[in-house]
């Protein structure tokens, strides 16, 4: 019963491509995060989203944007992939007034 | 923004003995501190959290202690098992009424090792 999924679990794409990380969750959240996860730095908050349309700087944006046009869905956008961009990528979502998160799977994104 | 530190960054132990892992965070006005568990090649999961206007939470084997006024909490992990081998993550935030303040700051993560 996979509730946040996450579209590809490995990808490997160049230097320069436009890079699309897409993250669904069926659990009606307000709130949905992108996260990634790089050994010794454990996970950084990239982009998060309160509500439809809505989002917010986490604490490393630079190189990324996200989008967010449905409540279910929400977007990592990898504008001009760099190779500094290889990593896990972790969406999670959670519901206001709840305070868990739920974890896709991840995807591991290698920019060659 | 919230800053947490989390060590010891890996722990070894016998299967059958405790394990602590420590974390401090900076914000005083953060209230939620959960605890997440990553086995290998797995998403992390919630495994225990407590909330500011509590001390301690214990739920079988883990238990969850937390110091405001140090403001610092640790996981505690008795009777270890194999199966307790996995990535360690502690997190803090301040959940406040709107929807913004969501969000979640980790520590760097403990590699917990137990050895039957």
């Known amino acids: 019963d996979v509730k946040v999924t996450q579209s590809s679990r490995y990808l490997v794409k160049r230097t320069g491509e436009k890079v699309f990380l897409e993250c669904v969750q069926d659990?009606?959240?307000?709130?949905m995060f992108w996260y990634r996860q790089d050994p010794g730095l454990g996970l950084r908050l990239i982009y998060f989203?309160?509500?439809?349309?809505?989002?917010e700087k986490g604490d490393i944006p630079e190189g990324y944007s996200v989008s967010r046009e449905k409540k279910e869905r929400f977007s990592l956008i990898l504008e001009s992939a760099s190779t500094n961009q290889t990593s896990m990528y972790l969406c999670?979502?959670?519901?206001?007034?709840?305070?868990?998160?739920?974890f896709g799977s991840g995807t591991r994104l290698t920019v060659v | 923004g919230e800053n947490v530190e989390q060590h010891p960054s890996t722990l070894s132990v016998q299967e059958g003995d405790s394990a602590v892992i420590k974390c401090t965070y900076s914000?005083?006005?953060?209230?939620?501190f959960p605890w997440y568990k990553q086995e290998l090649g797995k998403r992390p999961q919630l495994i225990i959290d407590?909330?500011?206007?509590?001390g301690e939470k214990k739920d079988q084997r883990i238990a969850v202690t937390l110091n405001k006024t140090a403001k610092h909490f640790s996981l505690h992990i008795t009777e270890t098992q194999p199966e307790d081998s996995a990535v360690y993550f502690c997190?803090?935030?301040?959940?406040?009424?709107?929807?913004?303040?969501?969000?979640?700051?980790f520590g760097k993560g403990t590699l917990l090792t137990v050895n039957p």
């Open positions: 407590i909330r500011s206007n509590v």
């Open positions: 989203s309160y509500d439809v349309k809505m989002k």
């Open positions: 997190a803090a935030s301040n959940f406040l009424s709107g929807g913004s303040n969501y969000k979640l700051t």
């Open positions: 999670a979502s959670s519901a206001t007034g709840r305070y868990g998160y739920t």
């Open positions: 914000d005083s006005a953060s209230n939620y």
């Open positions: 659990m009606d959240h307000e709130n």
